[in-house]
């Protein structure tokens, strides 16, 4: 069996899947703070998943800027106590298998290029708007190389600095107005300020990185939040420097793309792999017809 995992800063999603095609149910479980607690957690439950079966391999999205031979988490602003530990080489040790990581924007990223909104699309570009901002370009169904923290930009110069994600990841928006963001009414004037506010992120990633297609997903984007159609709408407002603005479309694969990231992520990982058919009741791939 192979485990794909999508491990944030505050859940953890689990699956097993036969065929790389398809996955079981995830379990759904509290990420925590401390990271041998944590490292034992995904240890018992990937066991519990494999039941009898061997382990063929693990794919894992971690929500950190990950060290260059991807092993080991550098940066976790919502898990600092995961940072500097040997990740990959832990779970190897404590499962017997093979471990792949990859940031876990990047895997979601991956997986709705691969299976969900940007399926058969050359470049695709991913960006998350949720606790945080950060995006990624997957070109020809690959990650590109080289890290990515769009998120950092800044749109407001002068004596105080403000980047994208200072001014719509949701804990700027709480801090703010000292709500959740889900608490904001859905008609609040504040949601078409920050469709306005994305688009310049938006608006900027398009000119560095000339994508095809602009997928935006996380939890700012959710029924009430940011509206995809606003932002695409602002976007084609500014846009000066080339003359069509490429498509801007909502994520197709819900809290889930880490997932389907994580199959990708295997089937690039393990082109030979000997799978076995998926079984009734697996989560199916999305299509996009």
């Given amino acids: ?18 065929d790389l095609l398809t996955f079981k149910e995830p379990v759904i479980l509290d990420t925590p703070h401390n990271y041998g607690v944590g490292v034992e957690l995904v240890r018992d439950t990937i066991m519990h998943i494999a039941g009898k079966e061997a382990i063929e391999a693990l794919a894992a999205g971690v929500p950190g800027a990950l060290s260059d031979d991807k092993r080991t988490l550098q940066g976790a602003r919502h898990l600092p106590l995961w940072k500097e530990h040997d990740l990959a080489g832990d779970l190897e040790k404590a499962l017997s298998t093979h471990v792949h990581l990859e940031n876990d924007t990047a895997q979601v990223g991956l997986g709705e290029a691969v ?3 940007g399926k058969g699309v050359a470049v695709v570009v991913y960006i998350t708007v949720s606790t945080g901002v950060n995006g990624v370009r997957i070109i020809d169904g690959v990650i590109d190389r080289g890290r990515s923290e769009i998120g950092g930009q800044y749109l407001q110069v002068g004596d105080s600095p403000r980047s994208l994600e200072d001014m719509i990841s949701g ?7 000292g709500v959740h963001p889900r608490e904001i009414e859905k008609d609040s004037p504040v949601w078409e300020e920050l469709a306005r506010i994305t688009a310049f992120g938006v608006h900027n990633t398009i000119l560095h990185w000339s994508p095809d297609v602009v997928i935006l997903g996380g939890s700012m984007f959710n029924e009430i939040g940011i509206s995809v159609e606003r932002v695409r709408a602002h976007v ?16 197709a694969l819900t809290d889930r793309g880490g997932l389907w990231g994580g199959l990708a992520r295997l089937r690039q990982a393990l082109p030979h792999a000997k799978v076995s058919a998926g079984q009734v009741g697996d989560v199916k791939p999305v299509s996009n017809s």
């Fill in 115 to 117: 299976f969900g909104a």
């Fill in 171 to 177: 804990s700027a928006i709480s801090e703010k107005y």
């Fill in 236 to 251: 084609e407002e500014i846009m000066r420097k080339f003359p069509t603005v490429p498509e801007i479309v909502h994520g």
């Fill in 1 to 18: 069996m192979f485990i794909v995992a999508d491990i944030g800063g505050t859940k953890m999603r689990i699956a097993g899947s036969r």
